[in-house]
């Protein structure tokens, strides 16, 4: 099942005790099939809006509607079956093996063992965990990247049309969160479910949500809008202090992998030869050569010397292969490359499937592009004008040095009809 559009219509919570509202008359549509980042300083009422949106917590006025229905007066146990819901580390069951813990809500709508199993293993493939390997672990024998895929994988059991997640990649190290954000993405583009997610990391906001919501104390929506006009044209100071000053970095972030050209790359198997794939390697002029297993996912980076050593090609996976997804921003890229010192990664697609290789320069390239791209655009709006008039002078006054004042004033009146002449 696809996505449903959620509707929160005029909802208010107030905590007993508290002087303010939680969240004060807040209305705001969420469309199907897209990401909803919820963003804001601590305490301004993020959490709760999503709780009310499975009536975890109650709202204390207005109406919660999902795919057309009022679900404010329904049944709290019966919604929040028909609703996916992720949080930090997974939340998963300790004494459960992965399978049970996947398997809670189709068991709780009376699916049959066979139909459970099935889907367990369907589930572990999509969040690219080897069903053999761990259906029959307990979340204690998992890192914390698996747990999170596995409570992802819970999550979406059901088939639920809605995903609520709740910084859902707090508590792992930043090269798996970005890769499980990579991960959520694909998911998305198989499935389309409509995902609200709470974070605290603005970049994760910019590169996962088709929209963002930026609110202030009392879930006031500061601005709800696309990542790129929120970064381009803040509607408030609030917005503009909490986007911070990297704004200009981070345009980075609206640039993704998949938009920028891929290297090829040789590439090889297990079992292989390496003299072979040496050879190969060689006539395409490359340094090295991708090895991807039987799915074609990137395992070994060799260069050329390693396959000078080698015999035959191992299949055991390099735990270090600097990856990144292709819907990855050129940010991550950076990171990645940074990180592994490669001075370029592996680029994989869905399902871990190995698609090209980005390299520094590739990203370097891009920006340039991008920053000139917005000198261009600047030149164009009226906000132009004064900085033409600006270079008019600066270029007039270099010129001093070696000029008469009336040749200065010449060159600048030239200056200036040209500059009118290209308006
Ligand atoms: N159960 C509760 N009882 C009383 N007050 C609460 C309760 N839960 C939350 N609050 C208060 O409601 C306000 C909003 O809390 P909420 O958890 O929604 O904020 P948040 O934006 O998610 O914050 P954070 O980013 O720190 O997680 C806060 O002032 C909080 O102290």
């Known amino acids: 099942m696809t996505g449903a559009s959620i509707l929160l219509d005029h909802v208010t919570k107030r905590f007993p005790g508290q002087v303010k509202p939680a969240v004060d008359g807040l209305t705001m549509e969420i469309p199907a099939g897209k990401i909803v980042m919820f963003v804001g300083p601590s305490g301004c009422g993020k959490t709760t809006t999503l709780k009310m949106i499975n009536r975890l917590i109650e709202p204390t006025e207005g109406r919660i509607v999902v795919d057309g229905d009022d679900v404010t007066e329904m049944n709290g146990d019966t919604l929040r079956r028909g609703i996916g819901y992720v949080i930090q580390a997974g939340g998963l069951f300790p004494h459960m093996t992965v399978a049970t813990n996947i398997g809670i809500v189709p068991k709780m709508l009376g699916w049959d063992k066979a139909r459970i199993a099935a889907r367990v293993d369907e589930l572990l493939e999509l969040v690219s965990l080897d069903p053999a390997l761990y259906r029959d672990r307990y979340p204690k024998e998992l890192s914390g990247g698996q747990q999170q895929r596995v409570g992802v ?15 859902p990649f707090g508590a792992v190290d930043p090269i798996t969160r970005l890769r499980l954000q990579d991960e959520l993405l694909n998911i998305q583009d198989e499935l389309q479910k409509t995902i609200v997610c709470v974070t605290h990391d603005f970049d994760e906001a910019v590169k996962l949500g088709d929209w963002i ?14 990542p790129e006009r929120i970064l381009g044209d803040p509607a408030s100071e609030f917005v503009e ?4 000053s990297g704004a200009g970095l981070k345009q980075l972030t609206l640039t993704r992998v998949e938009e920028v050209g891929l290297a090829e790359a040789v590439v090889g198997n297990p079992g292989e030869r390496a003299a072979d794939v040496l050879a190969r390697v060689a006539e395409a002029g490359h340094g090295h050569a991708v090895i991807v297993d039987d799915r074609r996912r990137p395992i070994q980076w060799l260069s050329r010397r390693k ?9 055991v996976p390099d735990p270090k292969l600097p990856v990144v997804g292709i819907r990855a921003t050129l940010n991550d890229a950076l990171d990645t490359m940074l990180v592994s010192s490669a001075g ?15 390299d520094v320069q590739t990203v370097m390239d891009a920006i340039t592009r991008s920053q000139t791209a917005a000198v261009l655009e600047s030149d164009q709006a009226p906000v132009g004008l004064n900085t033409g008039m600006f ?3 600066a270029s007039a006054a270099s010129a001093a040095s070696a000029a008469s004042v009336d040749s200065v004033a010449e060159a600048a009146d030239e200056l200036a009809a040209d500059t009118r002449a290209a308006q």
Do not use: C, H, W
């Open 213 to 226: 919501a930026i609110f202030n104390e009392g879930a006031q929506l500061e601005q709800y809008d696309t």
């Open 391 to 393: 270079q008019v002078q």
């Open 241 to 244: 202090n909490f986007i911070g």
């Open 153 to 167: 994988a819970r999550a979406l059991a059901a088939d639920p049309p809605v995903l609520l997640m709740d910084e």
């Open 307 to 315: 396959l000078g050593r080698l015999d035959v090609i191992s299949d």
């Open 344 to 358: 370029a990664a592996l680029v994989t697609g869905r399902r871990d499937m190995f698609k090209g290789v980005i």
